[in-house]
């Protein structure tokens, strides 16, 4: 990969003095334009061997650009608020808004770079954490991301050069910080870097390896190109590909799993009450005990209007130590939410080790609501069931079990309850028309909510399809299910 | 992912015959349609479960469509010629042209699931050859292919009584042909089949999971379903995206790997011929030798016109038994080529073992000449790279050696040749006008040949870069790195 890069290139000084305030104006501009109209974000990864100059690189931007709206991500060993969620969080919580830059130092690369190099990664392991990568990749840029990935190389001669200069003037003796290539290693490590490098160089990302032996040069080609890639995006915006296949696959009879829940299940009162205490109790008991501390919980509740999902939150979370919880309402996005990838939101409720997060409505949304009012495009929601098991995935293996529950009614029941809450007053506020025009598309979210567990039920991640027409059978089962997997968890 | 087809789907039979004469009236036309527009291609990869009835949704596909416009292709173990060659080499083989629709029975699932399921593959191994395949199957899609994949999925107990009737019948125990799920061991392959299936759903090519347990249920939906997307690919071509980066780096110095030759280099008449008789008989023995016959070369000349292309590939060829290799000068594609993914072309001709392919221009077009001429779209020769890394990736894994030249030489060199070449009668049929308008976008050409170099030279298919200003040097060069080559595998 580093072919092209590692022969001579140099760049006049004079010319470079020359050639800088265009440049200089034309970034300013981009990034003011960018400001101003807020079509996307861009998210610039800056990597490379040991002196080849990337805190050079960094400032010779910030310098360009307004300051304002630019952020500088810089990742080493993670912190205890990182450390103690799944490794994807920290770059999720950073993410950069629409209109504005971040530039990335020490990124999603290195985990899986330095088990390479350290062995504790086969081959197979790493190839498939390339490829989690690629479709992580891929995924922000579907969602509109900018991204630029730049890989300094400098050649073994300048390399020493440098290291050596930087120690008689510092006494310090110049650290790997990132594990691309350092002098010594530089042999060994080069296959493995390349190798990355090609697996990772997508048509939608693809790595720009920057030659950085003559600083004018390298400082030169980095401005132009960051300059370019903003034009390009700003003139001209993504256009997203249509689905190449029709995503709903005509469903007959309409039938899906729901048809086979047995919604007449019931639970006498007095049952109920034993019942309920003795989860609630089982719960506190595991959410407290030493094994759940290096665990969490991720609970999502789904369900139709007036399913219950409410009560049934509150029924766990009076369960639980309200220092080791919070409940997440999802409502229509916020403006900082809208202007990220819509995982974006759910990320930064990821739990830290030993708590839970409830989620009144969650993710889903994306492949309920926003498939059937027309909110996503076909593409979109098409491709985020591979992305919410991705999603699923890293937080199963960050050691977050995840619970999901769908709480099932018939329109009937749902009726009944809708027209109970516009008669008692405190429930009046929670029946609006919307909720009464959602009813007459009852049948295509019943395709939708079919395909969403079809496809997003797995061994980790399962599904729980709660029977929910009484209210106490619906309860007592989330809660036992809770149990019993952290049960089986811990 | 089977969760909505193992519930109870029933069509009713009289139904079934009021509604089967609309569909396959449907069916009819949006193949002839298909047949006349020829805008695309579409396989049907038909698998599931053993007493599904894969044969019975083939047959009735067969008797709705016109037969003449329509393929079977069924893959069981390897024959000869299939194993002789890399894994994928058969699928390659048998796409189908545009116009065409293929049913692929037995397909690339099965290689990676059988392994799997025997305890080969680890899982990450199992999740890199998904991944693969993933890449394969995108590629097929951004191609223009429809590619539609049907899982038939039946309850334990159908499946029992559907395989007992068949053995009563025919007195033959059913043999599980594929290993998705046979009746006994069901429970411990169910897991595995729907990881697959789960990974391999993605938003270009998703799964669709057939409930075959009611003949009638099976056959309308199976019938819908592809009637629905022709219908959807007829009316409504897929929009590609656009790429979302620049793919031309800014190369301020525009100097590559290229610049680096020492095209100064010479060889003696002399030293000539006998380096040239001596790699000669080198080369003759070891294609003759025990070892090769296990495996395989692939050769790829490339270079500007008149740099020598076709001289190396006679002194090449010169050694070997004529047997056992093949020239396939790349000129433009025909007719059955252009109605293909652009890789097929290069797939028809892998060699099988113990042979040699020599091609005197190569895939590599791909990224220069139709980079350069705007042939392909930006979007298209950037995933290129990764394609056609996949590609020798995957003749490697075949245990074929592939050997890549650049043939290097100046401006001014190649003047001096046409210049000749016009003045020597027999080479004048050699130089067209078109030659020359060529030379206009040299600079063009050498960046284009720099990015190739760069992003496609792995340590399994290095590109080696020959100073060809001296035919001499270049043709020794060739015939000793071939030996080399096929020395270090051997």
Redesign the interface.
Known sequence: ?????L?????DKEAYEREEPALRTGLLEAQLELVEKQSFAAVIVITGMDGAGKGDVIHRLLEWLDPRHVQVDAYGDPDDTESSRPRMWRYWRDLPPKGRISIVFGSWYTDPLKSRLRGDN?R??F??EL?AINRFEEML?SEGI???KFLLVVSPEEQKRRLGAFERRTGVKSRALEEWADVKSRKRIR?IV??LV?RT??????W??LPSDDPE?RD??FG??IL??LR??LE?P??????????T?????R???L??LDLSRKLPSNAYKKALEEAQARLLALSQGKRFQDRALVAAFEGHDAAGKGGAIRRVAFALDPRRYRVHPIAAPTDEEKARPYLWRFWRHVPRRGHMALFDRSWYGRVLVERVEGFASE?EW??A??EI?DFEEELTRGGIVVAKFWLAITKEEQLRRFEAREEIAYKHYKITPEDWRNREKWDRYQLAI??M???T???EAPWTLVEAEDKRWARVKVLETICERLEQAL
Do not use: C, W
């Open positions: 990969m580093f072919e092209s890069a022969i001579e290139h140099k760049f086969g197979s392991r190839e498939r490829a840029t900018l991204l630029l296959p390349e190798d090609r160089s997508t048509d939608h990302a693809p720009i390896v040069y030169l080609t132009r190109t370019e890639a390009q995006r001209q993504t256009v997203l590909a249509t689905a190449p296949f029709p995503a696959i005509p469903n007959i009879d039938r899906t799993v048809d086979t593409a098409l491709r069931y591979g098991n079919g395909d567990i079809d496809r039920s797995t061994p």
